[in-house]
């Protein structure tokens, strides 16, 4: 997750190993995913990652003279077909730093689970929500929100809301989450969606 501090309109720019490289969505945006071959992260290495010099602009990570700053979690390497929900899901997981990544397609079906990884013990508290195939707001998942029927969003200035109840007012398992039939931002049908799940670990993370 990189963002520009000092150009004069920069855009929040996100990769992930599961999308792969160069493809890039924007967190302050309903975009959706943008590929711009040799852009961007063009690999993601086992010391870092490495940036393309020719990313520049406002949608770049590597302009001329622009002070960036980088936020970054490592998941667990190649994605795994995850088959712990109703829908099938491709993750990549570190659970011992209660982080994964995981990739689903939306069937617009009630009460639809989706397994996320992280596995005995570690239950999501925070989770982003991202339809890439198409326009849609960033959904939030938080345990700190009113309850599980409550949203934010990332793109928006907006309160905690309850419209569609995306998550269908059930809160996330160390298993699985929960994504609800007419909430298309994270449901929607044939579209495919990513998900950043933190969960807490004892020592290390507190969400």
């Not at 990652?49 to 001329?64: E, K």
């Not at 397609?105 to 639809?112: E, L, T, V, W």
């Amino acid at each position: 997750w990189t963002k520009g501090r000092t150009g004069a309109v920069e855009s929040h720019v996100w990769n992930d190993t599961i999308r792969g490289i160069s493809n890039t969505i924007y967190s302050n945006t309903q975009g959706g995913q943008y590929f711009g071959s040799g852009y961007y992260v063009t690999s993601f290495n086992p010391n870092g990652y490495t940036q393309s010099d020719n990313a520049a602009g406002n949608y770049g990570v590597n302009g001329n003279g622009i002070n960036y700053v980088s936020w970054n979690w490592k998941a667990g390497g190649l994605p795994t077909i995850n088959n712990d929900g109703s829908t099938t899901s491709i993750v990549s997981v570190n659970q011992a730093a209660g982080f994964s990544i995981v990739r689903y397609r939306g069937n617009s079906a009630a009460n639809q689970t989706v397994g996320h990884g992280l596995g005995t013990g570690n239950i999501p508290k925070l989770i982003l929500f991202k339809k890439f195939t198409g326009t849609s707001d960033w959904v939030v998942y938080s345990s700190a929100l009113t309850d599980a029927s409550y949203r934010i969003r990332l793109n928006d200035t907006a309160a905690q809301d309850q419209t569609n109840n995306p998550f269908n007012g059930t809160a996330p398992t160390d298993a699985v989450f929960t994504v609800a039939q007419n909430a298309g931002n994270v449901n929607d049908n044939g579209q495919d969606i990513i998900a950043y799940c933190f969960a807490d670990v004892t020592g290390y993370k507190k969400v």
